[in-house]
């Protein structure tokens, strides 16, 4: 998305240098994706239009900041979880990332739509990537035992998957630091709700060189037939 700045010369859109990066970075991965620029006055709007127009059930951001470290969540990508919220669409947001090999997928998950919605992406990377996947369980009481629910998600996440490469914990305390503490790997992924619960900082993560997703769930069924 371009946004016009004073009058242009012509209608025709100019490639972004994020644009050209993603590009090469794609190629130089092996990695297909079809880039497009346009203008745009109304960034969340088009974004939102545009992700119903193809009806893909998945919008990803990648994470930004300005040159005075301006909050990665505020903006735009704030409104595309706003407008995105009462659709069949979910949306994740890179707050930070990086191009160290990934062992291991980490995914803090709960029964609500983020936590549901958070463990679906994680095990869809982990099998793109090849890699086993760790589930920290976060129930809504701090006990032994997680929601019987929640460990029936477990299950269904393990038999999909098979026991070697998905595993589980209980997230022992609900904080930031327990959530660092128990997810030493190059990526994690959380559902928006807790991410807002423990305070996950929004611009920067706590040790760097890791990558980080947060993820808002759709609040309605998904089209089956979207990609």
């Not at 700045?5 to 794609?26: F, R």
């Not at 969340?44 to 930004?64: M, P």
Request: charged share 25%; aromatic share 4%.
């Amino acid at each position: 998305m371009v946004r016009r700045e004073g009058a242009a010369d012509s209608d025709a859109v100019p490639s972004t240098a994020a644009l050209g990066a993603a590009v090469q970075y794609a190629q130089a991965h092996g990695i297909t994706i079809g880039a497009q620029a346009a203008w745009t006055e109304h960034p969340a709007v088009d974004i939102i239009t545009a992700a119903e127009d193809a009806r893909v059930s998945w919008i990803l951001l990648g994470y930004h900041r300005n040159a005075k470290g301006g909050n990665t969540m505020g903006g735009v990508v704030r409104e595309v979880f706003s407008k995105a919220k009462p659709l069949a669409i979910n949306v994740g947001v890179f707050i930070q990332g990086t191009d160290r090999p990934i062992e291991r997928v980490f995914a803090a998950i709960d029964t609500g739509t983020d936590g549901r919605a958070a463990l679906a992406l994680a095990m869809r990377i982990a099998r793109r990537k090849q890699c086993k996947l760790r589930a920290l369980l976060v129930s809504k009481r701090m006990t032994p035992h997680p929601d019987p629910e929640l460990v029936a998600m477990a299950r269904q996440a393990r038999s999909e998957m098979g026991s070697s490469l998905f595993h589980s914990d209980v997230l022992t305390e609900h904080s930031l630091h327990q959530l660092f503490r128990q997810s030493p790997g190059r990526l994690l992924i959380v559902g928006k709700r807790f991410a807002d619960e423990v305070g996950l900082p929004l611009d920067e993560v706590p040790g760097g060189d890791r990558c980080v997703i947060v993820v808002q769930g759709a609040e309605i069924p998904e089209d089956p037939e979207a990609a």
